[in-house]
């Protein structure tokens, strides 16, 4: 199996920053990308930002500018930075990674088209 776990979430004022974690556990062989939706309160699901295995990113046009997100392939992690944030990005966060292709322990290779993380909750309020 692949699990993703989040963490890094938590309460933070209007204007502070916060920087979310999520590690792909496993027997990974690859990930082809990987990135951060979330969920506000009474809203449907929407993506924050994404990085693909070759390092290009796209962003929600209400992050430009404040978030960056990154990847280390090398711990199958992936990193969103939240500067500058605002009541808005209140919401549950989570991780998600397509196209894994993992072996289990016997060896037999699989592939995973979408893997989401359980969610951490980012707080925006002074």
């Known amino acids: 199996q692949v699990q993703l776990v989040e963490s890094g979430g938590g309460l933070v004022q209007p204007g502070g920053s916060l920087r979310l974690s999520c590690a792909a556990s496993?027997?990974?062989?690859?990930?082809?990308?990987m990135g951060w939706y979330r969920q506000p309160p009474g809203k449907e699901r929407e993506l924050v930002a994404e990085v693909t295995a070759d390092s290009s990113t796209n962003f929600a046009d209400s992050v430009k500018g404040r978030f960056t997100i990154s990847r280390d392939n090398a711990k199958n992690t992936v990193y969103l930075q939240m500067n500058d944030l605002k009541p808005e990005d209140t919401a549950v966060y989570y991780c998600r990674a397509d196209g894994v292709r993992y072996r289990d322990g016997s060896g037999q290779g699989y592939y995973k088209i979408i893997s989401w993380g359980q969610g951490t909750q980012v707080t925006v309020s002074s």
């Open positions: 496993g027997i990974i062989v690859s990930i082809n990308s």
